[in-house]
T-cell receptor, first 114, second 116 residues
Framework: KQEVTQIPAALSVPEGENLVLNCSFTDSAIYNLQWFRQDPGKGLTSLLLIQSSQREQTSGRLNASLDKSSGRSTLYIAASQPGDSATYLCAVTAPTGANSKLTFGKGITLSVRP | GAGVSQSPSNKVTEKGKDVELRCDPISGHTALYWYRQSLGQGLEFLIYFQGNSAPDKSGLPSDRFSAERTGGSVSTLTIQRTQQEDSAVYLC??????????????FGPGTRLTVT
């Protein structure tokens, strides 16, 4: 059974700092990995999707990397801003397209201090 | 274009009552998923619909939970005889599927269910 772990559960940094959020998964046979952002009381916003054949994806100040063989992904946030404060979740899908249900980590709650 | 929508946004019900939660996926998305987010449990998969295939119900926690998808679009998640442990945020997502390839999942805002 796939398990996704995100440590630490919470992180507080000063504004402007570059930071890395970690995600690990137990079964390396994944189809893709998604990073999401969730604001309090809101749904999930997709940030980046990395296919299993890819090593990284970039969007603005965000860069996500994937090392499938070691079961790890990182989300790099450059020059963090208070508006980046949210919970960040990573999720992986099974290796076939028959049911690409997402298995989620419990998230990292990020607080960026002005 | 319009994203995934869910209704109601909040639902408070008494223990033992039935509830229906609705999801309108993105137009053209053939795959639809229901997830549940509970405090301390994180996000859990409930059920998956893809086109005309039989749904994958492997995540439903008990037979009090059921879902249907009419006309390949709108889906309804029904919880019968609600219990307090059913209190959670119920999230719906949809995605494109092409052959054996599933694409990015887009989530709705969720329905917050409180069972009193």
């Amino acid at each position: 059974k796939q398990e996704v772990t995100q440590i630490p559960a919470a992180l507080s940094v000063p504004e402007g700092e570059n930071l890395v959020l970690n995600c690990s998964f137990t079964d390396s046979a994944i189809y893709n990995l998604q990073w999401f952002r969730q604001d309090p009381g809101k749904g999930l916003t997709s940030l980046l999707l990395i296919q299993s054949s890819q090593r990284e994806q970039t969007s603005g100040r965000l860069n996500a990397s994937l090392d499938k063989s070691s079961g790890r992904s990182t989300l790099y946030i450059a020059a963090s801003q208070p508006g980046d404060s949210a919970t960040y979740l990573c999720a992986v899908t099974a290796p076939t397209g028959a049911n690409s249900k997402l298995t989620f980590g419990k998230g990292i709650t990020l607080s960026v201090r002005p | 274009g319009a994203g995934v929508s869910q209704s109601p946004s909040n639902k408070v019900t008494e223990k033992g009552k039935d509830v229906e939660l609705r999801c309108d996926p993105i137009s053209g998305h053939t795959a639809l998923y229901w997830y549940r987010q509970s405090l301390g449990q994180g996000l859990e998969f409930l059920i998956y619909f893809q086109g005309n295939s039989a749904p994958d119900k492997s995540g439903l926690p008990s037979d009090r939970f059921s879902a249907e998808r009419t006309g390949g679009s709108v889906s309804t998640l029904t919880i019968q005889r609600t219990q307090q442990e059913d209190s959670a945020v119920y999230l719906c997502a949809s995605s494109l599927v092409a052959g054996a390839i599933s694409y990015e999942q887009y989530f709705g805002p969720g329905t917050r269910l409180t069972v009193t």
